[in-house]
């Protein structure tokens, strides 16, 4: 069974358009994150959830929202899309706080905006 | 929290062959991680060293924490082609942060 899962794998649309990416974790993780990879592989966080609850929101343009309808959920919606966005993003889930514990990776989804 | 910096940027070397890459970081930390991606992958979890830990292993992995130079080492022995993949460090300070920051990595290349 795979223990991150994000759909889709690969997507691809026009600037302009609204997306979503979701992530399902059936591991009983209580915290999920959202990271980014650019084409530079430097991998960033954007969000962090905890129980449902939003933890870490870094720098991230407010077209990007994500969506936590459960613990084993974290989504993420995609607003007016750009250029820039064209990244890969992984979804992540840990036991508690990320520092004091293993995250596992689901297997990224490539976003390419065109 | 606060990112390590891997180096080399880019390691290339032959099966059986070990590899040592390098992290440093710039505060005191509560602990570190090693990660591994094969290209197009996710990251996968090596081993996670505490900050009262000098060494640790796992397998053909060896890391090892020098608290004093801010720095730790993932040693690989007698590698395999399976092995090309980026590596990356991520220490952790102990802050309220619930999340890992990562470099750039450092890409590993074993040729057969």
């Known amino acids: 069974d795979t223990a991150v899962s994000q759909t889709p794998k690969y997507l691809v649309t026009q600037m302009g358009n609204d997306k979503s990416i979701k992530c399902e974790q059936n591991l009983g993780h209580d915290t999920m994150y959202w990271y980014k990879q650019d084409s530079k592989k430097f991998l960033k966080i954007m969000f962090s959830y905890n129980n449902k609850e939003l933890i870490i929101n870094e720098t991230v343009p407010n077209r990007f929202s994500p969506k936590s309808p459960d613990k084993a959920h974290l989504n993420l919606h995609i607003n007016s899309l750009e250029l820039g966005d064209s990244a890969v993003y992984f979804c992540?889930?840990?036991?508690?706080?990320?520092?004091?514990?293993?995250?596992?990776f689901g297997p990224g989804t490539r976003l390419t905006v065109t | 929290s606060q990112q390590g910096e891997e180096d080399p940027q880019a390691l290339s070397i032959q099966e059986g062959e070990n590899a040592t890459m390098n992290c440093s970081y710039k505060?005191?930390?509560?602990?570190l991680q090693w990660y591994r991606q094969n290209s197009g992958r996710g990251l996968v979890h090596l081993i996670l060293i505490r900050s009262n830990e000098r060494e640790k292993h796992s397998g053909r992995l060896r890391v090892t924490l020098d608290t004093s130079k801010k720095s730790s080492s993932l040693l690989i022995t007698a590698s395999r082609a399976a092995d090309t993949a980026s590596y990356f460090c991520a220490p952790f300070a102990g802050d309220s942060g619930y999340a890992l920051n990562f470099g750039k990595g450092t890409s590993l290349l074993v040729t057969p």
């Open positions: 505060t005191s930390i509560n602990n």
């Open positions: 992540a889930s840990s036991r508690g706080r990320a520092g004091n514990y293993e995250q596992y």
